[in-house]
């Protein structure tokens, strides 16, 4: 029988057209024993290996090697040589292979060399008893025949079908970066297809293919938790017990039999599931950064729910307190792994993974490979771009799709999108190519936060790809735990870093120190601005949507906090309304039984929680905390096999508890009914303490907010937009850039806020930093000897027209209009300097001339800002005209007919249904912004504006989706 040797998949990325679902279905349909991959990486051979064991195919796992610029073909004979294989893929994803690299790898594999390598066999021969010549034609087969080679015949397969051979051109041409106007594509033609027509071909190379395939046994072996061991501690247990007694002593004055018998009852589930090590680990990291002034998030997900990670200050939720179960963590009836995640801020993760990388070992702890896809709207890019396709046409089409669903799904289910494929030729040519290769990997990236360690290097275990100086896996993490790997978040999170800098601002330029652990969470001034929906820029609690539910909530405790952050989600918020009722006592709590009372009191008979689920299964069936969480799983999984099984077993139980059946079954239902979008309390807790920290700074340190909050958001002109118009709202002073004041980030001073160099449109980081960098000893004395210091390239004409338009240089004496003047004499004399002292340089006499209008310096303003730092169009024109409303205030009109002046931002024309045009128009004033709404009779009316017009409108105030907005009864030019 022939079996197929060299198949390579679409891990062979945008050279393959074979995926291995695909390749399963032939197999089985042709009814092959064996079946084999042989990519240029390993990337594919976990997922190879499960769904062949799976569908009763003998896996045949190879690895296509280079050496000396030859192709190797190596099988693995036994899990030994697949350890062998991971070995080389390993090097060869950093550096070219060397004989010598196979030399110290070549256990327990099957070597061919294609006939186009036969010059390497006089060294594989010595390395390797199992060595095959391969041959792919009749031309190469009379070159071998009769010589002293075992040989066999292997057959390239690229794709499955002959009908398929067309479409493989053009991933070469995504691959390659070509398009099909290149000559290569022209005369890119192949027989790549699998075979299994083998007539003619010699019958011991055929009968070699099947004796190859019969010594390959790739076997893995049951997984193990294979992490490093903590400082090499023999009794890891009893370390973990002294730590947590002791911390838990440090974190409470008087430890109670509540906690005491609680963190007893974690540190034995810990033990028995053999995790101890485990908390060790993630322990020391935690430390490292704590020691090293590096602030860390209060906890993350449920690991929030466990006493032992709170007494070792892996998290700073005390879970007794916060009413947080350990078995929604850690759960005894179900052995899976462990999952601490954890938060640092963004600038600082690479330094923990790199401490933990010295500490274990460079092998032992590696990043998580990610693929990015071919998925529907980025291969209608990438094929238009080798098709020549106009990019508009190309988005026209990505509008139309979802990212739910696959294109064939769109042709059939959206008829526009149909229709614009059907319109043209290169168009349907365009979706049958395109069909034929969605959701192939395109690249590689890294897991954004996932890390694996080991107490062996990892390479042991899986391969690895070597990547910027560091290792990655080359499974992603869908595959990790099957394999006894823990997969362990570091993320970096934006909101620590800017809550890092605002607490270093304030303890450097302040007599009072802030300590974040030390923030109290009952501060009234921080919950009144969460109940006034004052939440801009405060993490988890900035959208509009978020800042309206908080407005009428009023929270007004913690817990309310974390109840609004566990209900503001898809699936919860249909409770919002009955939640605001409840809690403000215009509508009676209500409980399915009396007996739930004490579960759900706190949040007003509404289940919110899956803590609350688990709570509630306990109570009523007497489950354990453990099988509680099973149940919950199952439900949130729609797991139907064991939801049946479930309820009867809840029922029967319920009924023992004197509930009746029709009770007990009715609470069956609410917990189902809610098992499918329950939040974790304990990640709810965690987050709103970030978020309730955050919003304590803002509320009492304004300005350091701010800057920091400005600084996070520099390169994003909305963004920025948006803050800077709450900022002045607050009475905040924002001050233009200034040569020697300003930063390459935001800067607080007794007048206001500070804008950077970089926020200057032209200028940019890259000049920012070498004019800060030029003034360090001292600062600059006028526009020349500022022209003489910034001898970089950075700096150009452009560059300073732009400082010159930022009033950068207004503590020099001269006006913008006199620098621009003078701008050649200027630079004339910087480069001079540059080639003499400046001793030997006159000064060139400036001529002094009248400064520009203020309605051009504001338009200056707002083409280098993005907005009106100053003055504001709108401003002159308010003065003219009475009981003008500013935007800020106008939800206080609700339903009012007022007059606004606004700034024109952008105007959206539609066609109605009665093919009548409308306008919706985004105006905004000095301090807010609003949308403008202009029907068809008032639009044909009033249509005779612009972009940047100030318009002076008549209006009543609406609201849409509970969004304010104005629709205009009459609108006129304000000047």
């Known amino acids: 029988m022939y079996i197929p040797l060299y198949i390579k998949t679409n891990y062979s990325l945008l050279s393959s057209l074979i995926d291995i679902d695909s390749l399963i279905k032939y197999a089985k349909d042709k009814q092959l024993p064996y079946i084999s991959i042989v990519d240029n990486n390993m990337y594919g051979v976990i997922e190879f290996y499960q769904k062949c064991l799976k569908n009763n195919l003998k896996p045949i796992i190879g690895l296509d090697i280079i050496i000396d610029n030859q192709t190797v073909l190596l099988y693995a004979k036994n899990y030994e040589g697949y350890q062998s294989l991971m070995k080389i893929s390993t090097i060869q994803s950093g550096r070219p292979l060397t004989l010598l690299d196979i030399e110290k790898h070549y256990l327990s594999l099957i070597v061919i060399l294609p006939c186009s390598s036969i010059n390497l066999y006089k060294n594989f021969i010595k390395i390797f008893p199992d060595l095959y010549i391969g041959y792919t034609n009749k031309e190469e087969e009379k070159k071998l025949i009769g010589k002293d080679y075992k040989l066999v015949f292997i057959n390239k397969a690229l794709y499955l079908n002959e009908n398929d051979q067309k479409y493989l051109k053009y991933l070469y041409l995504i691959r390659d970066g070509k398009t099909i106007a290149d000559e290569a594509f022209k005369n890119e033609y192949n027989n790549n297809a699998l075979l299994t027509d083998v007539t003619g071909i010699d019958k011991d190379s055929i009968f070699n293919t099947e004796e190859i395939a019969n010594q390959c046994h790739v076997i893995f072996p049951p997984s193990k938790l294979e992490l490093p061991i903590y400082n090499n501690l023999k009794d890891q247990y009893d370390y973990l017990v002294k730590l947590s007694i002791a911390g838990l002593k440090k974190r409470l004055t008087i430890v109670n039999d509540i906690y005491q018998n609680r963190l007893k009852y974690e540190l034995e589930i810990i033990n028995e599931m053999g995790f101890s090590n485990y908390f060790l680990i993630v322990y020391d990291f935690i430390k490292f950064a704590k020691q090293n002034n590096i602030l860390v998030g209060p906890g993350r997900g449920s690991a929030a729910g466990s006493l032992v990670s709170y007494s070792l200050g892996i998290t700073d939720v005390d879970p007794i307190k916060y009413d947080l179960l350990f078995e929604r963590f850690l759960n005894p009836n179900r052995v899976t792994m462990p999952d601490i995640d954890t938060d640092f801020p963004d600038v600082y993760r690479d330094q923990i993974i790199e401490y933990v990388t010295n500490k274990y070992g460079n092998k032992k702890v590696a990043g998580i490979i990610t693929f990015g896809t071919l998925g529907g709207k980025q291969v209608l890019r990438d094929v238009g771009r080798i098709l020549n396709i106009p990019i508009y046409k190309i988005d026209e ?110 303890n450097l330029q302040n007599d009072e120190k802030i300590d974040f652990n030390k923030i109290p969470l009952n501060d009234s001034k921080t919950l009144k601005l969460f109940a006034d929906g004052k939440t801009l820029g405060i993490f988890q609690f900035e959208s509009e949507g978020m800042r309206k539910f908080l407005k009428k909530l009023k929270p007004s405790c913690f817990e309310d906090l974390f109840a609004a952050n566990a209900l503001f989600r898809p699936g919860p918020s249909n409770n919002i309304d009955t939640y605001i009722k409840r809690r403000h006592g215009k509508e009676e709590a209500t409980y399915i039984d009396e007996r739930l009372k004490p579960i759900l009191k706190n949040t007003y008979g509404i289940i919110i929680y899956q803590e609350q689920i688990m709570q509630i299964a306990s109570l009523v069936a007497s489950y354990t905390l453990g099988e509680a969480d099973i149940l919950r799983r199952a439900m949130s999984k729609k797991n139907k096999e064991i939801i049946l099984k479930e309820k009867n077993k809840f029922i029967e ?39 309730y920290k955050m919003g304590y700074l803002k509320a009492h340190y304004p300005k350091y907010f701010y800057s920091n909050l400005l600084t996070s958001v520099i390169g994003s002109e909305i963004k920025t937009k948006e803050y800077i118009y709450e900022l002045k709202a607050n009475q905040l002073e924002i001050l233009h850039p200034d040569i020697n ?105 400036i001529d002094l001339v009248n400064e520009y209008s203020d309605n051009l310096q504001m338009q200056q303003e707002k083409e280098l800002f993005g907005f009106y730092l100053k003055d504001h169009p709108v401003t002159k024109c308010k003065n003219k005209y009475q009981n003008i409303i500013n935007l800020k205030d106008i939800a206080n009109y609700y339903n009012k007919i007022i007059d606004l002046i606004v700034l024109i931002d952008n105007i959206k024309v539609i066609t109605t249904k009665n093919n009548e045009e409308m306008a919706f128009i985004t105006g905004s004033d000095e301090e807010s912004n609003i949308e403008l709404l202009l029907f068809p009779k008032i639009y044909q009316k009033n249509n005779n504006f612009q972009k940047n017009d100030v318009i002076l409108i008549k209006g009543k105030v609406e609201k849409r989706f509970d969004k304010i907005q104005v629709i205009v009864n009459n609108i006129k030019k304000a000047y």
């Open 653 to 691: 139980s319920a009924l023992k508890n004197d509930y009746s059946f029709n009770k007990a079954e009715e609470i069956f239902s609410l917990i189902l009914k809610f098992a499918n979008y329950g939040f974790n309390r304990s990640h709810s807790v965690a987050y709103s303490i970030i978020a």
């Open 741 to 845: 004041l300003s930063m390459d980030y935001y800067t607080v001073s007794d007048e206001g806020i500070r804008l950077p160099l970089s926020a200057i449109r032209s200028v940019g980081i890259i000049a920012a930093k070498d004019i800060i960098n030029s003034r360090q000893k001292e600062p600059f004395e006028d526009i020349f000897d500022f022209i003489s210091r910034t001898k970089t390239r950075s700096i150009t004409k452009r560059v300073l027209e732009s400082l010159i338009n930022a009033s950068c240089f207004k503590s020099f004496s001269y006006n913008k209009a006199t620098l621009h003047s003078n701008i050649d004499n200027i630079i004339n004399y910087g480069e001079l300097t540059n080639e003499l002292d400046k001793e030997f340089v006159l000064k060139p006499e």
């Open 397 to 506: 089409l990505s509008k139309l799709i979802n990212f739910k669903e696959t294109l064939k799904q769109a042709y059939q289910n959206n008829i526009n999108f149909s229709n614009i494929i059907d319109s043209e030729d290169r168009l349907k040519l365009l979706y049958d190519i395109a069909i034929h290769i969605e959701k192939f990997p395109r690249h590689t990236s890294v897991h954004a936060a996932g890390i694996v360690m080991s107490k062996c290097p990892l390479d042991e275990t899986i391969p690895l790809v070597y990547n910027n100086n560091s290792y990655i896996t080359a499974y992603s993490m869908d595959y990790l735990e099957d394999l006894g790997l823990l997969k362990m978040d570091f993320l970096g999170l934006k909101n620590l870093t800017t809550i890092m800098n605002i607490i270093k601002d304030i």
